[in-house]
């Protein structure tokens, strides 16, 4: 990979990918390619239909990669991709074939305990961290979809406002009811 290739912007990308360009697309998927899965293991808690949808992705936007505009950043207009991606895997009814998703997680045939280093004075509390993780994520997943997305993308992928409303396609101000709206229900959920 040249430093012109590595320098390339996201939206110079996806222009190529618009001509064909397969070297343009590879770069753009390894730029991409753990966000992309780590968003849709996020929404859909199952490692194998993150890796499908997430590939679903990326083969949407080689197809449509000359209707990209440039309004917004590419990343917004990915994510856009992602998230309908994900939430149209979920209304199929396939997304949801565990209630636990960290049984999804290759590392599930390990306990919590096992996968902390070796016991210090702070082991307790490491464990006491995941436990939290784990309460946290179960709550997140008990949002709507609409709500559960909106979250991911402002706190795990640390977009704006705007840019969530542009994934989601609603107005800004729908954007923070449903994060208000999130919190409150995650508060409810999780405060004794």
């Known amino acids: 990979m040249t430093d012109e290739q590595e320098a390339a912007s996201d939206e110079t990308l996806c222009r190529r990918i618009a001509a064909r360009d397969d070297a343009a697309f590879d770069l753009l998927v390894a730029r991409y390619q753990g966000r992309a899965y780590r968003l849709a293991w996020s929404l859909l808690r199952n490692a194998e239909d993150a890796r499908d949808v997430s590939q679903d992705a990326f083969i949407r936007v080689w197809e449509a990669a000359e209707r990209f505009r440039g309004d917004a950043r ?113 508060r409810k959920d999780l405060v004794p």
């Open 74 to 186: 590419f990343s917004t207009w990915f994510y856009r991709i992602l998230v309908n991606r994900c939430l149209d895997h979920k209304r199929r009814g396939r997304w949801w074939t565990r209630l636990v998703a960290r049984d999804d997680d290759p590392a599930a045939d390990v306990s919590v305990v096992e996968r902390q280093p070796a016991p210090g004075p702070d082991a307790g509390d490491q464990v006491s961290e995941a436990q939290t993780m784990a309460r946290l994520w179960d709550a997140v997943q008990r949002l709507s979809p609409q709500q559960r997305a909106a979250v991911i993308l402002h706190a795990q992928e640390q977009l704006s406002i705007a840019e969530i409303a542009d994934v989601l396609r609603v107005a800004e101000p729908t954007v923070r009811v449903h994060l208000h709206r999130a919190v409150a229900a995650l």
